[in-house]
């Protein structure tokens, strides 16, 4: 089983994960039906499900065209069926649920939208963090509130510190610069930088990331972080007003 990193329309990333034995395959996130439809044609893949994290556009974009040429089914998110288009396959939080190519579960994790889901598959060793856990940063809030955020990142903070992380989006310099302007002491994140920047010059993409670098340098899993509370001028130990002024500092970056 493999996972492909696909880039789609600006700085999205769909991935296609694929068993070389049968050629069946799976897309999470299709932000466009066409990148999507050239690797599965180019290496003769049968594409069998698409999973979406969220409802937003750039990450449902190709459902329709794909679902229209492949007959595959569509797997979201119940609370969110009634806007992931053409859903087939609707999952509660913490479901588990087997197919031909693999076993995943889902983990509800609100904030980003009401309706955001992580897909963790245990034996790729992968998490699908959409636009919630990005590398570096962390997305936007923009229907649920800071508390639900910080909950949900540390719902993504209890996975095994070896996954790998497959975000929605390539927006790890910019996170970095971010990162450095509150944390620019940390070693970890300096070397992070390196390695990022040394893969953004090759034209590879940043992802994926592990959990354990991310726990190491994405300040948004560091609000209770003495060094960075200092920085920022907070003063009650507070990790949701930490996480709260870091997200607010982010929004305006
Ligand atoms: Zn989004
Ligand atoms: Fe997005």
């Known amino acids: 089983m493999k996972i492909k990193v696909i880039k789609c329309l600006t700085d999205n990333y769909s991935y296609i994960i694929f068993d070389e034995k049968t050629s069946f395959a799976a897309v999470v996130d299709p932000s466009e039906a066409d990148p999507i439809i050239n690797q599965i044609e180019q290496n003769n893949l049968v594409l069998k499900y698409i999973l979406n994290t969220h409802h937003h556009y750039d990450h449902v974009g190709g459902n329709k065209k794909l ?20 859903i087939d396959i609707s999952l509660k939080d913490n479901e588990k649920s087997k197919n031909e190519l693999f076993e995943f579960e889902v983990r509800h994790i609100p904030g980003h939208t009401s309706g ?28 649920g509130t800071y508390k639900e955020m910080y909950d949900s990142l540390n719902v993504i903070k209890k996975f095994p510190q070896y996954t790998k992380i497959y975000c929605g989006h390539e927006y790890t310099k910019k ?20 390695e990022i920047k040394r893969n953004l010059k090759n034209g590879t993409p940043t992802v994926p990331s592990t959990l354990h670098d991310e726990l190491k340098c994405n300040i948004f899993l560091r609000s209770d972080n003495a060094d960075i509370q200092k920085q920022l001028g907070i003063n009650s130990g507070n990790p949701i007003e930490t996480f709260t002024k870091l997200r607010d500092l982010k929004d305006n970056f």
Do not use: M, W
């Open 67 to 86: 679902k229209e040429k492949y007959n595959c089914k569509v797997i979201g998110f119940e609370k969110d069926k009634h806007r992931i288009p053409d």
């Open 116 to 143: 955001h889901i992580c897909i963790y598959i245990k034996q790729l060793n992968a998490l699908f963090t959409g636009d919630t856990l990005f590398s570096l940063g962390c997305g936007r809030i923009f229907e």
């Open 175 to 194: 996170n970095s610069d971010f990162c450095l302007t509150i944390d620019k002491k940390n070693p970890n994140l300096i070397q992070k930088i390196d």
